[in-house]
C-alpha cells in the first residue's frame, strides 16, 4: 500500500464510523458554519457600535463571544472537510445557508443590542440541540463537537440574559 492508499483508506474509515446521512450531516454543518460566521460578525460589531450602560464591560465580554464563535466555525469547518465537504462559500452566501436571522445593527443602544444577540443565541441553541439529537450515538466526533458549541452558546445566552439584567435594574 503506497501513502496515497493509507490516507484514502483513512478518510473512508471516518466516514465509514458516520452512521447517519454524510451529505445531510454536511449540510447541516454548513448550515452551523454559516450561522457562526453571523454570529461572529454581529458580537463584533456590536462590541464596536454599541452605546449606553456597562458599555466597556459588555463590549469586551462580546469580543469574548466573537473569539468563541470564530473558534466554532473552525472546529465546524474541519469536520466538514474531514466529512468530504466544500467550505467555498462567500459571506455574502452566509445569510442563505444560514438558519438563524442575525439582522443587521440598525439601533445602537445596548439594550437593543443585546437583544438582537439573545435572539441569535436562542436561535443557535434550538439548532444545536436538534443536530445534537441526530448525531447522538451515530457520531461521536461531531457529537463531541456539537456538545463543546451548544455549551458556549448557552454559556452566551446567560451572559446576555445577566447584562440584561444589569441594565434593567
Known amino acids: 500500500m503506497n501513502l496515497l492508499?493509507?490516507?484514502?483508506?483513512?478518510?473512508?474509515?471516518?466516514?465509514?464510523?458516520?452512521?447517519?446521512?454524510?451529505?445531510?450531516?454536511?449540510?447541516?454543518?454548513?448550515?452551523?458554519?454559516?450561522?457562526?460566521?453571523?454570529?461572529?460578525?454581529?458580537y463584533w460589531l456590536g462590541a464596536k457600535l454599541a452605546r449606553g450602560p456597562l458599555r466597556s464591560e459588555i463590549a469586551a465580554e462580546l469580543m469574548v463571544h466573537y473569539e468563541e464563535e470564530i473558534s466554532h466555525a473552525t472546529l465546524l469547518?474541519?469536520?466538514?472537510?474531514?466529512?468530504?465537504?466544500?467550505?467555498?462559500?462567500?459571506?455574502?452566501?452566509?445569510k442563505r445557508f444560514g438558519s438563524c436571522?442575525?439582522?443587521?445593527?440598525?439601533?445602537?443602544?445596548?439594550?437593543?443590542?443585546?437583544?438582537?444577540?439573545?435572539?441569535?443565541?436562542q436561535c443557535a441553541i434550538a439548532f444545536y440541540n436538534d443536530l445534537l439529537k441526530m448525531v447522538q450515538g451515530k457520531d461521536f466526533a461531531t457529537q463531541a463537537i456539537i456538545m463543546k458549541i451548544l455549551s458556549d452558546e448557552i454559556e452566551h445566552e446567560q451572559d446576555i440574559i445577566q447584562f440584561l439584567e444589569d441594565i434593567s435594574a
Not at 9 to 23: A, F, Q, R
Open 77 to 94: 469547518a474541519d469536520r466538514i472537510l474531514q466529512l468530504g465537504g466544500d467550505l467555498r462559500m462567500f459571506p455574502h452566501d452566509w
Open 5 to 42: 492508499e493509507g490516507i484514502i483508506m483513512i478518510k473512508n474509515k471516518t466516514l465509514e464510523i458516520v452512521d447517519i446521512d454524510v451529505k445531510l450531516l454536511i449540510d447541516k454543518l454548513t448550515t452551523a458554519f454559516a450561522d457562526e460566521w453571523m454570529a461572529a460578525y454581529q
Open 101 to 121: 436571522d442575525y439582522d443587521a445593527i440598525t439601533n445602537v443602544q445596548m439594550l437593543s443590542v443585546l437583544q438582537e444577540n439573545l435572539k441569535g443565541e
